[in-house]
C-alpha cells in the first residue's frame, strides 16, 4: 500500500550519517543523494520491491518539525535485530525513549520492538512480529 515514508531534518548531513549506519544495520544500502527540483537535498533508502524512506530539507523552507503522534516502524528479522538497531541508534546521536528494547504484549500477540528518536525528534521502530 506505502510507497514511501518521507521524514524531515534540519542537518541532512547528521542525517544521512544517522541513517546510513541505523538502516545499514537492518540491511539497507547507504541512501541515494537526490535534489528536488526546489533544490533541497533528499537521502532515498530503497528497498526493491518495498516501501521507500526519504529524509528531506523541508521545501518550504521553515524548520523541520516532528509530527505528534506518528512513528516510523522498520521491520526487523530478529530480536537481536531489534537490539542492533536500538544500539546503532544510539550511537549514532539518536535518543532511547519508551523503555529498553524488548518484548512487549500487543493486538498481534507478543512483538520485540525498540523506540527511539533520530537528531531531529522523529519517532523510529525497530520491529519484530515473530511468525
Not at 18 to 26: M, N, R, S, T
Not at 73 to 94: R, Y
Request: charged share 15%.
Amino acid at each position: 500500500m506505502l510507497f514511501h515514508t518521507m521524514v524531515g531534518s534540519n542537518d541532512i548531513e547528521r542525517s544521512r550519517r544517522f541513517y546510513d549506519a541505523v538502516l545499514g544495520a537492518l540491511g539497507a544500502g547507504e541512501a541515494t543523494l537526490n535534489m528536488a527540483g526546489s533544490g533541497h537535498t533528499r537521502l532515498f533508502y530503497r528497498q526493491k520491491g518495498g516501501t521507500n524512506f526519504i529524509v528531506t530539507q523541508p521545501i518550504n523552507d521553515e524548520p523541520a518539525t516532528v509530527a505528534n503522534g506518528s512513528t516510523v516502524a522498520f521491520s526487523c528479522k530478529s530480536p537481536e535485530q531489534v537490539e542492533l538497531f536500538h544500539t546503532t541508534a544510539i550511537a549514532n546521536g539518536g535518543t532511547s525513549i519508551e523503555g529498553l528494547p524488548g518484548p512487549r504484549q500487543t493486538g498481534m500477540g507478543t512483538v520485540h520492538l525498540a523506540y527511539v528518536r533520530d537528531p531531529d525528534g522523529n519517532k523510529l521502530c525497530g520491529i519484530y512480529i515473530p511468525a
